[in-house]
Nanobody, 127 residues
Framework: QVQLVESGGGLVQAGGSLRLSCAAS????????MGWFRQAPGKEREFVAA????????YYRDSAKGRFTISRDNAKNTVYLQMDSLKPEDTAVYYC????????????????????WGQGTQVTVSS
């Protein structure tokens, strides 16, 4: 069973930065694409960023482009989300997720593409 554990959330002022981490269990981390999603109170879960299994491709929602950077360290079974120039509208619970199929990157924008999810980490940006 795959386990994903997020960390790094917290309270930050607008304009500040946070780096989220997601540690994965298992030996096959390097063969799966990974994604970050977020969910604010009363809203649907939305795509933030994704990265291919080998790190060769990355994808972002429009509002994250130029501010967020997704990366991965396959030797550490960890995917990261560096978030800079944070805004109050970035406030949400952030989740990492693992693609359903190995060596594949599908419709990364859809939660249905992902088979495993972490428990989430809260990010709060004050104005």
């Amino acid at each position: 069973q795959v386990q994903l554990v997020e960390s790094g959330g917290g309270l930050v002022q607008a304009g500040g930065s946070l780096r989220l981490s997601c540690a994965a269990s298992g030996r096959t981390f390097s063969t799966y694409s990974m994604g970050w999603f977020r969910q604010a109170p009363g809203k649907e879960r939305e795509f933030v960023a994704a990265i291919s299994w080998n790190g060769g491709g990355s994808y972002y929602r429009d509002s994250a482009k130029g501010r967020f950077t997704i990366s991965r360290d396959n030797a550490k079974n960890t995917v990261y989300l560096q978030m800079d120039s944070l805004k109050p509208e970035d406030t949400a619970v952030y989740y990492c997720a693992r693609e359903t199929i190995g060596y594949y990157i599908g419709n990364v924008y859809s939660p249905a593409e992902y088979a495993y999810w972490g428990q989430g980490t809260q990010v709060t940006v004050s104005s």
